[in-house]
């Protein structure tokens, strides 16, 4: 369990992110979280240097249909990395387990099949207001942190393309 402030990263220690593209795909359920840790993720491309427009951001239901968005966006835009953003809680049920298992499984066969990256940015929490606390309340902000390794990865990805600009 993050016990940290999420949204700390030293800029200086990150790659340019200006000749990136990057996807967005949020989850629709519980939006009081997730349009958080979009604004997060937004807010940190742009501070290292992504463009506005370089920023593809698409909604989908729930959790579960992130793998298919990211899916989709891989196949039809060209970005250097996607952040798949969502939140489960916690329920009396085993479907919190069910879902959790398949967007994890999921985000992890798109990173093997497709030569993007594909940031896993779902909150897994037992409550909702662990979900508070990390998508920007007292432990900071998910999005923060998962964008900057978008960042990071677009810039492996990219390693032979504009060395100066990536930090390698």
């Known amino acids: 369990m993050a016990t940290?402030?999420?949204s700390y990263y030293?800029?200086?220690t990150i790659p340019n992110a200006k000749p990136f593209r990057f996807g967005i795909v949020v989850s629709e359920w519980n939006p009081e979280i997730t349009e958080n840790l979009k604004k997060g993720a937004i807010d940190t491309l742009l501070n290292c240097?992504?463009?506005n427009e370089n920023i593809i951001s698409w909604d989908v239901p729930g959790s579960f249909e992130l793998v298919y968005g990211c899916k989709k966006m891989i196949q039809s835009q060209k970005v250097d990395?996607?952040?798949?953003i969502g939140n489960?809680?916690?329920g009396e049920?085993?479907?919190f387990d069910f879902v959790c298992e398949g967007v994890t499984q999921g985000i992890v066969d798109l990173n093997i099949k497709y030569d993007v990256p594909v940031i896993f940015c779902?909150?897994?929490d037992n409550t909702k207001q662990q979900s508070l606390d990390r998508s920007g309340g007292k432990l900071g902000n998910k999005g923060i942190e998962c964008a900057v390794a978008a960042v990071k990865m677009a810039a492996l990805k990219n390693i032979d393309r504009n060395k100066e600009h990536i930090g390698f």
């Open 93 to 95: 049920t085993k479907h």
């Open 4 to 6: 940290t402030n999420l």
């Open 10 to 12: 030293d800029k200086a």
């Open 81 to 84: 990395a996607i952040i798949a």
């Open 88 to 90: 489960v809680i916690q």
């Open 49 to 51: 240097g992504t463009a």
């Open 122 to 124: 779902v909150l897994t």
